[in-house]
């Protein structure tokens, strides 16, 4: 058995070395998986964040149709693309809206329910919009009357050039679990 003498200068060396051999190693696999983590959740928070930060306002018309596609009285689901959506967006950039000619004027709600965003079904024979995912009910004018939505559809523009019709969107706002005017 071999007994080595070790000085007090060199002990302290080799106790400050391998300390902080550790911290580089330690600091370099949490750096690089802070990395990786940031390289993975920038896409997925882009995603839900960016229509939060987009611009309000009204976007351009759209063409949906012709008269001879809307008879009076009938409610007629329509696709439009919505404004600000980005090309790579493909499907995911089209939007739907229920478009009603009554006599005299036009309705056409946004179909997405103001409570979690689900997709609202017309009723034909009520006229009520119906959201299936938590009960959620608008009456014929987009009304929320029962349920957790606390805020209408949002009502879309609609304008006739002729015999095309139109359809104006805005962006659209973002289903909501408060009151408007609450924090």
Not at 17 to 23: C, V
Not at 93 to 111: F, Q, S
Request: proline letters at 8%; hydrophobic letters at 35%; aromatic letters at 6%.
């Amino acid at each position: 058995m071999s007994d080595t003498h070790v000085s007090p200068e060199t002990a302290g060396q080799d106790e400050t070395r391998e300390p902080s051999r550790r911290k580089l190693l330690i600091g370099l696999s949490l750096g690089s998986g802070a990395l990786a983590a940031a390289a993975a959740g920038y896409p997925v928070a882009k995603a839900v964040l960016d229509p939060a930060f987009q611009k309000g306002g009204r976007g351009g018309w759209q063409r949906i149709g012709t008269l001879a596609d809307f008879p009076t009285g009938k409610t007629v689901l329509v696709t439009f693309i919505r404004p600000g959506a980005r090309s790579y967006g493909g499907d995911i950039k089209k939007d739907t809206a229920y478009v009603t000619r009554r006599p005299g004027d036009w309705l056409a709600l946004h179909n997405v329910c103001m409570h979690l965003g689900c997709p609202v079904r017309h009723q034909e024979g009520s006229g009520l919009y119906f959201c299936p995912c938590h009960g959620g009910v608008y009456d014929a004018e987009g009304v929320n009357v029962a349920g957790p939505p606390r805020i209408p559809l949002q009502r879309l523009g609609v304008r006739v050039q002729g015999q095309e019709v139109q359809l104006q969107s805005a962006a659209m706002p973002l289903p909501t679990l408060t009151w408007p005017g609450e924090s």
